[in-house]
């Protein structure tokens, strides 16, 4: 099936740098996405499209379905009607592990670090994941085995190489953080859903993450989802916000728009204050 009319249209209005180019197919597209579960509409009929390259914010109450989306776009979660497409390809019926594979990667609300391994093997096992190999997390990594050379790499961009043999559940929040986006780098991704990167993190350790995480969408070219409820974080590092309510999509725009917006105002900024 191919892509609907709503993902070949220009829905960017943030200017040139994040506008929609024609010529290429969006990273991310939604159809009419529903998920319903005992009559309640989780997540009712969102039409979504995402450019390559865009980072989108993704706000709404608690219980808006922004993290259901997101398991619905990795197939954690089967949608009961609609359909999504990622980088031009219909998903709707593959795997959590096939689009993985396909190059969607994915943090949590909570940590998903192995906590009883080192820092340097969570990035490996996610090193070798993205290469098809086999998963060991009994041997131990040689110094010159390919995958572990590339996980200290992806560890120096995240600056936690100093903690690579540290046991990763004795890292401080801020610095697991680091650790999921070096294990995301490992993986080799080009999409990438951010569920509450900044939960839990020490407000002194925000800053760097967000700079790190602005960093690598820029150097990666990552396309970024981002569900974040600091609004201050989120709207000084998004092109584009999508507002969520009651599983609908309210609207979505450039984050000056979406503020001025008084649907947006009334329905989700007046709940949030």
Known sequence: MSLPAHALEAQVSGGADVALDHQRTPAVVTSALRLVIGGVHIVDGID?????????????????????????????????????????????????????????????????????????????????ASRRGALSIVRRPRRDDEATEFARARLADVGLERRAGTDAGQLPHGDKRKLEIAMLLGSRPRIVLLDE?????????????????????????????????????????????????????????TPDAIMADPVVQRTYLGELV
Request: glycine share 12%; with cysteine; proline share 4%.
């Open 197 to 253: 990167p900044m939960a839990g993190v020490a407000s002194a350790d925000v800053p760097g993450l967000v700079e790190l995480i602005r960093r690598m969408h820029d150097e990666q070219g990552w396309t970024v989802l981002m569900v974040e409820h600091h609004l201050d974080v989120l709207l000084g590092l998004v092109d584009r916000v999508a507002v969520l309510h009651h599983g609908r999509l309210l609207g979505c725009d």
């Open 48 to 128: 979504l499209s995402v450019a390559p390259g865009e980072l989108l914010g993704v706000i709404g109450p608690n219980g808006a379905g922004k993290t259901t989306l997101f398991n619905l776009l990795s197939g954690l979660h089967r949608p009961t009607s609609g359909r999504v497409w990622l980088a031009g390809r219909e998903v709707t019926g593959q795997s959590a592990t096939r689009r993985a594979r396909a190059g969607l990667g994915r943090t949590f609300q909570t940590s998903s670090v192995f906590p009883a391994l080192s820092v340097l093997e969570n990035v490996r096992l996610a090193a070798q």
